[in-house]
Every structure is written in structure tokens, then in C-alpha cells.
């Protein structure tokens, strides 16, 4: 197995081709867009909340697999899900989901979408992991 | 070196695997495809010999004391200084100024030159093909960005976007053409009402190699009392630059993309722009005299030399021209080209590659394409588990990739150790990612 099938477990690939909750909401309650100056990468995540809960999420933006993926596992994640669960999400937890080790350059693409979510939820603006330092 | 079909065989053409001997990086145990000599280039061994002799041997400050060693380091890094005066032709080396790099220089001159000569309804001439380091500077001069006043004025003049800033300096953008040259049938006209003080370009592409008319552009800038500023980073590591045919009045450019070390960069200036501009960093070295009243400035180049310089690194760039010189330019901006020209048509064939820049014959050893359905970060990473180290992303150039229409592009660049086996590496690569991402 060489490095490269290890950073792209089918995982990561089956979540890039078919992305779960791509897409805008009509009506969000909470819209927030952030993107990795290094790279141009953008996420924006739409999100409908009901009684403290997430009852919709979508996200759109462009970039690569990893920052893609991790949009559309996280969307996942927190559908359903009490608000709070945001802000108990790490940086540790986005990359169990990701199932990959980065370095310090790629570990920046896995993070937007969580830090995109932290942004538009509570208005934190660090990179997740920055916070818990 | 296996000469491509149609390559051109050059009487003094480069031994690039003689040459690649001599750089440690490729002596390594892993295999190194290295195509991102744009970004920054290795480093052979006898530039690391000269950092290591100055600290095994005269480690000393410069310009101070008095003892053998301090004399000889003196003696070290002036003589750097003489090496990069002849090697751009400079009509002397006082025209020469270290600094950190080319965005130092840059904002050298945006700050030493742009604070005391630009006033409110001046005007600069930028182009939309500039790396960030020749438009930030001046972002920040005329008071455009976060914080530093508010909305910009934007019109449009022509294809030519205008901006204002609150400090009423306003930035004259030269578009770039779908093919990913300057559209210089604007300049005429944004040079016409004779308010433009400084024309900044950058003279070849960081993204697309294209090799700019610069001495053309100089030409039209001083018939309209304009200054000339070319960011030289990508061409005095590629290919001849003598800054007095250029006709520039300033001119940057970075040791570590010239096969020098980090930290070491160079402004030349004419020498009487130079000797009016104030400094630009304050401290040690920079001073004749100094009393609690203020201060009377050094002479040239050390009036823009503030605190201790980058010592080792002036002589590993001292060490690089050397080491450039006996190659010779000629040979070192054919071979870049040869291999542009082996790449080109490989490349291009393949499925949902577009090649961005101009043909061949404008452009230098650099290779820019998009992978249709498959972003530019995911191409490397592919590319990386085979050894091949390319750049993807914006490339520092956002404004450029904006202009052309796509987020980000996947960055094949040589220099003199970069072989022809190194693009085919890049061509499998690139097939395989297509295999592996395209949805």
C-alpha cells in the first residue's frame, strides 16, 4: 500500500463523488462562508435550527477532496444534533471522521468546514485545534 | 539528456545530470522529482560550501570590527555584492541593495520611494498578472485593505479596472488576456493624463512563465515621466537580465530562486533615485552620525542596509552567481525551454488537461494547467506519492487566477538539474489522478 491509497481511503473518496447535503437553504437560519487563503478552498454551510436542534444543514463550495469530503461528512455528523454538539466538535473528532493523518498544510483543508461551522454557529473564528491549544 | 523530438540541440547545451550530481537534495535516498524550482530552487554544493566557510572561518560582523576576520567577512560580502553588480550589468555595485527578497525590495521601494513621491491624485500602474509581493506593497501605500480606510473607488477604463483608496493614490490595473498575457493595448491610455508616477511589472509569470515586454513597457512609462519597477524574480534566475538595456529604474529579485540561499534578496536602483529616496528601515549600519536630534544617513547601498545583514547569505548568493555563470544563462533559459517544450504537447494530450499561458515562444520553464474535475491540491497529492513535487493552488497570484477564470492550477517548473524522465513522472501522475478523482 503506498501513501497515496492510505491518504485516499474510499471513504473520503465516496463522500468527494457523492456528497451528502450538497446544496443551499432557502431560509437558514445560520449562513456562514469561510475560505483557506492558502488555497482558495470555500465552504458555506446553510443550517436550519429548530428547538436547539440542527435540523437541516447544507453546504456548497470548491476545493479539494479532502475540503470537500469533510464538508459533506460533517454535514453528517451534526444533522440532528443538538446545536451544543458543535461546540463540543474537534479538531481530533474531524480527522477520526476523515480516517487519514495529515501534515500541516493539508491539515488545513480538513478543518475548513469545521471551522466554517464554529464560525456561523457561535462566531468563533480560530482554526479548531488553535482554541483547545 | 534524451533530447525530445523536435527539441533543438544547443551547441552548449546543459549536462543536467552532471549538474544534479553536484545538488545534495538529489543525492538523497528517496527518489526526487523536483518540478517546483518556481517556488524555490535547490541548492548545489558549492553555495553550502561558501555559508559554511564563512562561519567555519570568518564568522565576524561586518562593516565594524577591525581584526582579520571581521576584515575578511567584510571583504566576503562586498565581493557577493560585486558578483550580483556584474551579473545583472549594474553601472555600479552602490546600485545594489540586499534585502530579505523580492518583497522586501518591493516594499523598499513603496515605502522609501512611494511615501515621499506619491502624492494624492498620483497614480501607479500595476497588471493583474503581478504576484502578490508587487501588489500588497501598494495595496498598502494607497490605503486599500482591511483596515487601512475605507470601500475603494473601483471604475472601469476599458478592460482596465481602477481602484482609489481614502489617501486618493490610485491603482491602474493592466488586464491579462485569455491566453494569459499582458493586454498592453491599454497602456496608452492609462498612461495618458501623465498622473502615473511608477509602472510595476512583473517581468516573467510565477504561474504562466510568460515572458513580458518589459524594456517595451519602460519605453512607454518614461515617454509618460513614469518610474519602472520590475519584479525580476522569475527571469535573473532564468535567463540574462542586464537592468541597463531593460531601461527599469528598479529592479527585484531573490537569491533562493537563483539557486541561493533564503533570506538573501536584491533591489538594484538607479543609482540617483536611490541616493534622493529617505530610508526605509532605521537602525544600525544605515547612519553616518547619529545625535538625539536625528540622524544623518550612510552612503549608498548601506544607507538602505539596516541592522546586521544577512552575511552567509550574501555569499551563498555570491556563490550562485558563480555557480550560474559558469553554466551560463543562455544555457540554463534554453534548457528551461527545452523541457517547456517537452512537456507542452504531453501534458496537453492528456484528458481534461488545459494548459494555461502562451505558446512556447513566450514563455519560460514553466508549465500551468487545470485537471478538469479534479482540484489542483488533488493532483499533488497524487503527484507526491511518486516523488513528484509540484505547486498547486493560486500560486500567490490570486487576482491572475481570478482573470482567467479558475480557482486554482497545478505548477510544473524547471531549472538547470530538472530532467526530462522528472515530466514524464509528472505526465503518469497526472493521468492517474484523473483515473482516480474524475466523478
Not at chain 2, 523530438?5 to 550530481?21: N, P, Q, V
Not at chain 2, 497602456?187 to 512583473?202: C, F, H, I, K, N
Not at chain 2, 517581468?203 to 519584479?231: C, K, W
Request: charged share 25%; with cysteine.
Amino acid at each position: 500500500m503506498s501513501e497515496w491509497d492510505d491518504m485516499f481511503r474510499e471513504n473520503i473518496l465516496d463522500h468527494y463523488r457523492n456528497p451528502r447535503n450538497q446544496g443551499a437553504l432557502e431560509h437558514p437560519d445560520i449562513t456562514y462562508e469561510d475560505a483557506n487563503p492558502l488555497c482558495g478552498d470555500k465552504i458555506r454551510m446553510d443550517l436550519n435550527v429548530r428547538d436547539g436542534k440542527i435540523e437541516a444543514v447544507r453546504f456548497s463550495g470548491q476545493g479539494c477532496s479532502i475540503s470537500q469530503a469533510a464538508a459533506s461528512m460533517l454535514s453528517e455528523r451534526i444533522e440532528g444534533q443538538p446545536v451544543e454538539e458543535v461546540r463540543k466538535l474537534t479538531r481530533d473528532d474531524m480527522l477520526e471522521m476523515l480516517g487519514i493523518e495529515l501534515g500541516p498544510v493539508r491539515l488545513k483543508c480538513a478543518l475548513l468546514a469545521l471551522k466554517t461551522l464554529k464560525a456561523g454557529v457561535y462566531g468563533l473564528k480560530q482554526w479548531p485545534g488553535e482554541e483547545e491549544a | 539528456m534524451n533530447r525530445a523530438a523536435g527539441a533543438t540541440a544547443h551547441r552548449e547545451a546543459l549536462d543536467a545530470r552532471t549538474i544534479r550530481s553536484q545538488f545534495p537534495i538529489f543525492r538523497g535516498a528517496r527518489p526526487l522529482h523536483y518540478l517546483d524550482s518556481a517556488a524555490t530552487s535547490q541548492k548545489p554544493d558549492a553555495v553550502l560550501q561558501a555559508m559554511d566557510r564563512y562561519y567555519a572561518t570568518c564568522n565576524a560582523n561586518i562593516h565594524r570590527g577591525v581584526y582579520r576576520i571581521a576584515e575578511e567577512a567584510t571583504a566576503a560580502y562586498e565581493d557577493a555584492r560585486r558578483r550580483v553588480a556584474t551579473f545583472i550589468n549594474a553601472a555600479s555595485p552602490r546600485e545594489v541593495v540586499f534585502t530579505r527578497n523580492s518583497t522586501e525590495a518591493i516594499n523598499l521601494v513603496a515605502n522609501a520611494w512611494g511615501r515621499s513621491a506619491l502624492h494624492p491624485g498620483d497614480a501607479i500602474v500595476l497588471t493583474e498578472m503581478e504576484h502578490h509581493s508587487n501588489l500588497v506593497p501598494w495595496h498598502i501605500l494607497a490605503g486599500l485593505g482591511e483596515g487601512l480606510g475605507g470601500a475603494p473607488s473601483v471604475r472601469r477604463a476599458g478592460a482596465a479596472t481602477i481602484v482609489r483608496g481614502d489617501r486618493g493614490i490610485e491603482i491602474r490595473y493592466v488586464p491579462v488576456t485569455p491566453e494569459g498575457e499582458l493586454d498592453l493595448s491599454v497602456l496608452p491610455s492609462l498612461l495618458a493624463d501623465g498622473r502615473v508616477r511608477l509602472v510595476g511589472v512583473v517581468h516573467v509569470s510565477n504561474v504562466l512563465g510568460t515572458i513580458n515586454p518589459v524594456a517595451e513597457i519602460a519605453r512607454q512609462a518614461h515617454a509618460a515621466g513614469a518610474h519602472v519597477l520590475v519584479d525580476a524574480s522569475q527571469s535573473v534566475p532564468h535567463f540574462p537580465v542586464d537592468v541597463q538595456a531593460l531601461g527599469a529604474d528598479f529592479v527585484a529579485f531573490t537569491g533562493h530562486k537563483m539557486l541561493g540561499p533564503t533570506g538573501i534578496g536584491v533591489l538594484w536602483g538607479r543609482r540617483e533615485l536611490l541616493e534622493a529616496m529617505p530610508p526605509f528601515l532605521g537602525g544600525g549600519e544605515m547612519i553616518r552620525e547619529v545625535q538625539l536630534g536625528g540622524s544623518k544617513w550612510n552612503e549608498l547601498p548601506w544607507k538602505f542596509e539596516a541592522g546586521t545583514m544577512a552575511i552567509a547569505e550574501a555569499i551563498g548568493l555570491g556563490a550562485a552567481i558563480d555557480y550560474l555563470s559558469a553554466l551560463g544563462m543562455d544555457a540554463i533559459f534554453a534548457h528551461d525551454r527545452e523541457l517547456a517544450e517537452y512537456t507542452l504537447p504531453r501534458i496537453a494530450a492528456l484528458p481534461g488537461v488545459r494548459v494555461l499561458g502562451p505558446p512556447l515562444a513566450r514563455r519560460g520553464g514553466v508549465v500551468a494547467f487545470t485537471l478538469e474535475g479534479v482540484h489542483a491540491h488533488d493532483v499533488a497529492t497524487v503527484l507526491d506519492a511518486d516523488g513528484v513535487a509540484v505547486r498547486a493552488g493560486h500560486h500567490c497570484a490570486m487576482p491572475l487566477h481570478e482573470a482567467l477564470g479558475v480557482p486554482a492550477s497545478v505548477r510544473a517548473s524547471f531549472h538547470c538539474y530538472s530532467l526530462p524522465e522528472e515530466v514524464d513522472a509528472l505526465v503518469r501522475g497526472v493521468k492517474r489522478a484523473r483515473e482516480v478523482f474524475a466523478r
